[in-house]
Nanobody
Framework: QVQLVESGGGLVQVGGSLRLSCAASGRTFSSAAMGWFRQAPGKERDFVAAVNWNGDSTSYADSVKGRFTISRDYAKNTVALQMNSLKPEDTAVYYC?????????????????WGQGTQVTVSS
């Protein structure tokens, strides 16, 4: 099992920045890929970004390209999401996820482990 704990959410104004962090514990060697998803009230959980085990391959949703950056510290078992130029539509609960496969995928059902989520609210 892998346990994931997110931190860094909060309230920010339009155009501001936030940095989310996720710490993994447990059988972390089994986590080949890590990623971030988000879910707004009344909506499905959507893919945000993902990174492979050593950080040299990343994937982003079109809606966040150029604004968000995912990074991973494999030695420390952490993954971060730097969010810049935030918009009201970025408001959601953000979830950290991990999967055993080396392949990056945007499908939530393909991810094996999930954190509890952290709220991000962008006010206008």
């Amino acid at each position: 099992q892998v346990q994931l704990v997110e931190s860094g959410g909060g309230l920010v104004q339009v155009g501001g920045s936030l940095r989310l962090s996720c710490a993994a514990s447990g059988r972390t060697f089994s986590s080949a890929a890590m990623g971030w998803f988000r879910q707004a009230p009344g909506k499905e959980r959507d893919f945000v970004a993902a990174v492979n085990w050593n950080g040299d391959s990343t994937s982003y949703a079109d809606s966040v390209k150029g604004r968000f950056t995912i990074s991973r510290d494999y030695a420390k078992n952490t993954v971060a999401l730097q969010m810049n130029s935030l918009k009201p539509e970025d408001t959601a609960v953000y979830y950290c996820a991990a999967r055993r496969s080396v392949l990056l995928t945007s499908t939530p059902a393909s991810w094996d482990y999930w954190g509890q989520g952290t709220q991000v609210t962008v006010s206008s």
